[in-house]
Nanobody, 116 residues
Framework: QVQLVESGGGLVQTGGSLRLSCAASGIVFSLNTMGWYRQAPGKQRELVASVTVGDITNYADSVKGRFTISRGGGIKNTVYLQMNSLNTEDTGLYYC?????????WGQGTLVTVSS
């Protein structure tokens, strides 16, 4: 059973930075695509950024130029999200997501709060 464990959320002021991490366990293969989604209060969950095992990245327009996604670890099953120039619109619960053989896996979420 694949498990995703996130860390790195917290409270930061506008303009600050945070780095989220997500480590996958229970698997010996490289996950195809890993990514981060977020859900703000009262809004639907949305894709923030994703990265393939070949390091092809995709970003939501709202975070381009501010966030950077990357993968690491021996089989590249750890995904990071470096978030810079944070603003209040970035507040939300951030979920790690990974796909393998057509199955989607989700972490439990880590809260990011940006204060003005």
């Amino acid at each position: 059973q694949v498990q995703l464990v996130e860390s790195g959320g917290g409270l930061v002021q506008t303009g600050g930075s945070l780095r989220l991490s997500c480590a996958a366990s229970g698997i010996v293969f490289s996950l195809n695509t890993m990514g981060w989604y977020r859900q703000a209060p009262g809004k639907q969950r949305e894709l923030v950024a994703s990265v393939t095992v070949g390091d092809i990245t995709n970003y939501a327009d709202s975070v381009k130029g501010r966030f950077t996604i990357s993968r690491g670890g021996g089989i590249k099953n750890t995904v990071y999200l470096q978030m810079n120039s944070l603003n209040t619109e970035d507040t939300g619960l951030y979920y790690c997501n990974a796909g393998l053989f057509g199955i989607n896996y989700w972490g439990q979420g880590t809260l990011v709060t940006v204060s003005s």
